[in-house]
């Protein structure tokens, strides 16, 4: 089929190869011309396993190809996927301004017979506004369709092209046949598929995210009852999660959740209720939102316990992405965590196999990319990102001046560092030293 996919950030990129490697024939629609530039030179413009030999593969086949407007010819694809983004305003709603002028702009040039899938998450009732809106435009009824994404960082493209469920919401039948038309390699393996009405389909976007955040939130909640009462957080998720209907993953203590996924998506989801009038029904995930940014002030807190005042004093922060194999700093536990103790007084050095060139703005934290030289004379560490270099590193590569770890993630073995004579610190554990 021939596609176009229009927005070229982490959900874009990813689904523009995924589609290609599909063996569509897709067009990568792109305003800016840096990221447009270097995926036509096959270099992805962020940090994402496997998905820049997949473009490479893919681009070698001419299937893909890349541009900044519409013209005849992508404007004759049989479906457009609409990936910009949603970020978050200052009051906490999603700002869906991309969106809006994205299909608008499409608007202009759609054919009666193409079909438009939205993938951006939005916030629900948005999707009939922008049908109203293009279709007033475009002068004929448009066939839009809602098709949420679920992939998540560092296995983005394992998940485009494996997903769990595929989810199309629509007012006709004539967009879901397309939509299936395009997902049929996938659907082939035996991956569900679930035609909703277009409500449900933005809802359930919204809703999976908000049940992952409450999970990790739970778990975090949990930690801080450990944490007062002498128990351990970390056994008790495993104890927990031995049933099935609770489950093992998602439970992980530590910092908590952050990227440009879960904290945005709870708050425009509260927004949301409460334009809706059904606030107090959502009124539990302003809690979930508290927990976890409780979990980045402990830590400064238990710095703080440990290093009595911060000035003068050195801290290491392995890890600043907000998750292992990603550079995304958005909202980011432990690179906040590391501004914090900075703004404190703390000298701040800041680790990360990837991420560092990222940070395009370090302020007065100190990036330094050999670990070794980022440990000398540390008074404190702590492990803000579970890079499997973090979590595989041996004690004695660190030569720092006071043995101690706190331990963000809950992923070090405690004994191991204990032996090589450092004191560990771990959220929600209590551990004796
Ligand atoms: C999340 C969802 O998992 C995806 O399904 C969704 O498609 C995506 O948002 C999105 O809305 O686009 P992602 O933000 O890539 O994906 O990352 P997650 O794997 O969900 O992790 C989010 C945060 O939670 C990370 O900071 C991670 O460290 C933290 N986390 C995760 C925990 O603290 N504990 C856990 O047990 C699991």
Redesign the pocket.
């Known amino acids: 089929m021939r596609l176009t996919v229009i927005g070229l950030g982490?959900?874009g990129a990813t689904h523009a190869v995924a589609m290609a490697k599909l063996g569509h024939q897709v067009i990568g629609i792109e305003q800016d011309q840096s990221k447009l530039e270097s995926l036509r030179q096959g270099k992805i413009p962020f940090h994402e396993p496997g998905l820049d030999s997949a473009l490479t593969e893919v681009l070698a086949t001419g299937r893909l190809t890349f541009q900044s407007e519409h013209d005849s010819q992508s404007s004759s694809a049989e479906i457009h996927f609409i990936c910009v983004g949603t970020p978050q305003k200052e009051s906490g709603e999603a700002d869906t301004s991309y969106v809006v002028s994205a299909t608008k702009q499409l608007a202009k040039h759609l054919k009666p017979e193409s079909v438009v899938a939205g993938k951006s998450?939005i916030p629900v009732g948005t999707a009939a506004k922008l049908k109203h809106q293009m279709s007033e435009i475009a002068g004929f009824p448009v066939h839009l369709a809602w098709n949420p994404?679920?992939?998540?960082?560092?296995t983005a493209l394992e998940?485009s092209l494996k997903p769990d469920r595929i989810v199309v919401g629509s007012w006709d039948q004539y967009s879901v046949e397309k939509l299936k038309e395009a997902y049929q390699p996938i659907l082939e393996t035996g991956t569900p598929f679930l035609s909703l009405d277009v409500e449900t389909a933005e809802l359930v976007?919204v809703a999976?995210?908000a049940f992952?955040a409450t999970?990790?939130s739970f778990?975090?909640a949990m930690a801080e009852i450990a944490e007062a009462a002498g128990a351990d957080a970390v056994a008790l998720a495993e104890a927990i999660g031995h049933d099935e209907r609770i489950g093992k993953?998602?439970?992980?203590?530590?910092?908590?959740?952050?990227?440009?996924?879960?904290p945005k998506?709870i708050r425009g989801f509260i927004a949301r209720a409460e334009e809706l009038g059904v606030g107090s029904s959502l009124d539990f995930l302003k809690d979930v939102d508290q927990i976890n940014l409780r979990r980045r002030s402990r830590v400064v807190e238990l710095a703080k316990q440990e290093l009595g005042t911060l000035a003068n004093k050195k801290v290491l922060v392995l890890g600043i992405s907000?998750?292992p194999d990603?550079d995304d700093l958005r909202d980011?536990?432990s690179l906040e965590i590391a501004r914090r103790l900075s703004e404190l007084g703390a000298e701040v050095v800041i680790h990360d196999p990837v991420a560092l060139a990222a940070l395009k703005e370090p302020g007065k934290l100190k990036p330094e990319q050999n670990l070794e030289v980022a440990a000398k004379d540390a008074d404190l560490v702590i492990l803000g990102?579970?890079w499997k270099e973090y979590r595989d590193l041996e004690p004695a590569k660190l030569k720092v001046k006071s043995k101690v770890i706190i331990d963000g993630?809950n992923v070090l073995d405690v004994k191991k560092w204990q032996l090589a004579g450092w004191k560990v610190i771990a959220l929600g554990r209590n551990i004796q030293n």
């Open positions: 982490y959900l998450t994404e679920f992939l998540r960082e560092g998940d976007k999976a995210n992952l999970k990790i778990i975090n993953k998602f439970l992980r203590s530590g910092i908590g959740f952050g990227g440009g996924c879960l998506d907000f998750k990603s980011s536990p990102t579970e993630r």
